[in-house]
């Protein structure tokens, strides 16, 4: 699975860091995500894709 996190942040001017505070999780959890290091619980995929202002389909995408 591969995600659009670190495209979208950026497009949106957040910093990883601001990303990490808005969701309550480390900045090393945001990196891994954006590296394709950790795939995040279905609660989180969800957070990110609000505070992204997308839905977790345009998110992450699931490769066949």
């Known amino acids: 699975m591969t995600n659009r996190i670190k495209e979208l942040r950026k497009q949106q001017g957040y910093r990883q860091e601001d990303l990490a505070e808005a969701l309550n999780v480390s900045r090393q959890t945001i990196i891994a995500i954006e590296n394709d290091k950790y795939n995040p619980t279905l609660e989180l ?18 490769e066949a």
Request: net charge neutral; charged share 20%; proline share 0%.
């Open 45 to 62: 995929a969800m957070k990110l894709a609000r505070y992204l202002n997308t839905t977790v389909e345009e998110l992450f995408i699931l």
